[in-house]
T-cell receptor, first 113, second 112 residues
Framework: QKEVEQDPGPLSVPEGAIVSLNCTYS??????FMWYRQYSRKGPELLMY????GNKEDGRFTAQVDKSSKYISLFIRDSQPSDSATYLC?????????????FGTGTQLKVEL | NAGVTQTPKFQVLKTGQSMTLQCAQD?????MYWYRQDPGMGLRLIYY???????DKGEVPNGYNVSRLNKREFSLRLESAAPSQTSVYFC???????????FGSGTRLTVV
């Protein structure tokens, strides 16, 4: 079983829809949680970063962490065609381990006009 | 622009050939990483360097070697390329403590 599970999609939604992307994890030592966005043929870029349980909002994006359920989510409001990309969740332990991140396999999102 | 620079961007190798992928960052980051990305497999860690002077194996190190040349540069070497090493390779860096990675734009490698 992988430490981080993520539905690969693809997920196709109409413009303006609310998108929900999710990851589950098995290692309770994970304390930092991130979402990366990767456009086709580009490197991943950091989108959201959170440490504690609860919600963190940045513009149209909201990251949600539920440590008790080992479940994290990324919500995109008023989705735009420019949001079409692969979204990767990532997480790491607090200290040590060389700051290594463990990634989900990514969910491919397409926002259609 | 500040960031992570990878060279080359594309490469085609014949089986058995060797090559070195170069990575440099100008953000004064301590830790550097090499990942490969394959369809359906996500990002898999090959090697990493938590700080200058140290290197450690990741999830899929076989067939690769690395060198942390200085704080800025971290290279990945394929000594005898195999078709199974056809992939997109990403270099990333981060500072110690909290923070996400900054990724390079990748090297697309094909081994024939």
């Amino acid at each position: 079983q992988k430490e981080v599970e993520q539905d690969p999609g693809p997920l196709s939604v109409p413009e303006g829809a609310i998108v929900s992307l999710n990851c589950t994890y098995s290692n309770s030592a994970f304390q930092y949680f991130m979402w990366y966005r990767q456009y086709s043929r580009k490197g991943p870029e950091l989108l959201m970063y959170t440490y504690s349980s609860g919600n963190k909002e940045d513009g149209r994006f909201t990251a949600q962490v539920d440590k008790s359920s080992k479940y994290i989510s990324l919500f995109i409001r008023d989705s735009q065609p420019s949001d079409s990309a692969t979204y990767l969740c990532a997480m790491r332990i607090i200290t040590g381990g060389g700051n290594k991140l463990t990634f989900g396999t990514g969910t491919q999102l397409k926002v259609e006009l | 622009n500040a960031g992570v620079t990878q060279t080359p961007k594309f490469q085609v190798l014949k089986t058995g050939q060797s090559m070195t992928l170069q990575c440099a960052q100008d953000m004064n980051h301590n830790s550097m990483y090499w990942y490969r990305q394959d369809p359906g497999m996500g990002l898999r860690l090959i090697y990493y360097s938590a700080s200058e002077g140290t290197t450690d194996k990741g999830e899929v190190p076989n067939g690769y070697n690395v060198s942390r040349l200085n704080k800025r540069e971290f290279s990945l070497r394929l000594e005898s390329a195999a078709p199974s090493q056809t992939s997109v390779y990403f270099c990333a860096s981060t500072t110690l403590g909290v923070g996400g990675y900054t990724f390079g734009s990748g090297t697309r490698l094909t081994v024939v």
